[in-house]
C-alpha cells in the first residue's frame, strides 16, 4: 500500500493518458473516422478510465482507526480489492476488444471469460459497498453510480458473449477457480490492513503540536475529555474537534479520504514544530481554517435548531 500511495498520482497521469489518447488511435484507424475516435475516447474514459479510478482512489476510503470499523475487517476490503489488479486487467481488455475495438476473432474464448469474471468482480465490488455504505450520504451515493453501471453493463456483455461462444460450464469454473488465489490475497490483506489501523481515534497532529506555543498567543488552555482521555485543550483544537465530528457525520467518505492522507502527512509536519516559537507562528497560519470550521459549526447550529444560536 504505500508504494501505491507513494506513486499514484504518476501512474494516474499515465493511465489518463494512454486510455484516453492511446487507446481510441487503433479503431480510429481500422474505421478512417475521427466519429469513431471520439466515440472510442468516451467508450474508454466511461468503460476503463472512470472504473479504475474508483477502483484505486476508493482505498483511501477505509475508517481511520478500529472503533469506526463498522463491520470489521471487511470494511478495509476498499485496500484489499487492490490484490485483484491483476485480475482486472484481463476484463478490461475483453472489453476493450469487445466493446470499443470491436473485433470479431474465431475464438471469443478469453474475451467471453474475461467478461464472465469482469461481471463477478463488478458485481462483487457493489455488493460490498452497499453493505458498507449501508448509511451513505450523498458523496457515497455518487461514489457507488460508477461500481453500478459497471456491474450493469459488464453483465449485459458477458450475457451476449456467453449465448454467442456457447461455452460449456467448464471454463467459467476453471476461471473462477485461478481467481481463488486472488480473493484469498485480498481477504489477507484487508485482515492485515484492519490490524493496522490504530485502537485510538488518530489525534489533530499538527493543531495538537501548536499547543507547545506561548500561553500568552495560543492560550488559555483548559482539560477536556476526548476519546475517554483527559487532554490540554485550547479553543483551536476543541473548534477542530467539533468540526471534524460534523464532518465525519455530515461526509463521512470524503472526510475518511482526508484523514487517510492526514494520517500520514501530519505526523511528519507535527515533528518538525520543535520551538515554541514556531507554535506560535502554527497556530497563527491556521486561524483562518479555524474561523471557517467556527462558521461552519455556527451555520450548522442554527440550521438544526433555529432557536438555538
Not at 151 to 175: E, N
Not at 188 to 199: I, R
Amino acid at each position: 500500500m504505500t508504494f501505491i500511495e507513494r506513486h499514484l498520482f504518476t501512474l494516474f497521469w499515465v493511465v489518463v493518458a494512454v486510455t484516453i489518447i492511446g487507446l481510441p488511435i487503433p479503431p480510429a484507424i481500422r474505421a478512417k473516422s475521427w466519429k469513431r475516435f471520439f466515440l472510442s475516447m468516451l467508450l474508454s474514459a466511461v468503460g476503463i478510465l472512470f472504473p479504475l479510478f474508483i477502483f484505486t482512489m476508493s482505498a483511501f476510503m477505509i475508517p481511520e482507526w478500529k472503533g469506526s470499523c463498522r463491520c470489521g475487517w471487511f470494511d478495509c476490503f476498499h485496500v484489499g480489492k487492490l490484490a485483484l489488479t491483476p485480475l482486472a486487467l484481463w476484463p478490461i481488455a475483453s472489453f476493450y476488444v469487445v466493446a470499443i475495438l470491436r473485433l470479431t476473432p474465431r475464438n471469443r474464448t478469453w474475451t467471453t471469460l474475461g467478461l464472465f469474471l469482469g461481471s463477478i468482480m463488478s458485481i462483487t465490488c457493489l455488493v460490498f459497498g452497499i453493505a458498507v455504505h449501508a448509511s451513505f450520504d450523498m458523496a457515497e451515493t455518487l461514489w457507488l453510480l460508477v461500481p453500478l453501471y459497471v456491474a450493469v453493463w459488464f453483465s449485459i456483455l458477458s450475457i451476449r458473449a456467453t449465448k454467442d461462444s456457447k461455452l460449456g460450464i467448464v471454463p467459467y469454473v476453471i476461471t473462477l477457480l485461478t481467481s481463488v488465489p486472488f480473493w484469498i490475497w485480498s481477504i489477507v490483506w484487508s485482515k492485515k490492513e484492519y490490524l493496522a489501523l490504530p485502537d485510538q481515534a488518530p489525534e489533530c497532529f499538527v493543531v495538537t503540536a501548536a499547543l507547545r506555543g506561548h500561553e500568552g498567543v495560543v492560550g488559555p488552555f483548559s482539560t477536556t475529555e476526548h476519546h475517554k482521555i483527559l487532554r490540554k485543550t485550547n479553543s483551536q483544537l476543541r473548534t477542530f474537534w467539533e468540526f471534524e465530528n460534523l464532518w465525519a457525520m455530515n461526509a463521512s467518505s470524503t472526510h475518511r479520504i482526508f484523514r487517510r492522507l492526514y494520517n500520514r502527512i501530519g505526523p511528519h509536519i507535527a515533528r518538525r514544530i520543535r520551538t515554541r516559537f514556531l507554535a506560535d507562528i502554527v497556530y497563527l497560519a491556521l486561524k483562518p481554517v479555524e474561523v471557517i470550521a467556527t462558521f461552519s459549526l455556527y451555520i450548522h447550529a442554527l440550521t438544526t435548531k433555529p432557536k438555538r444560536r
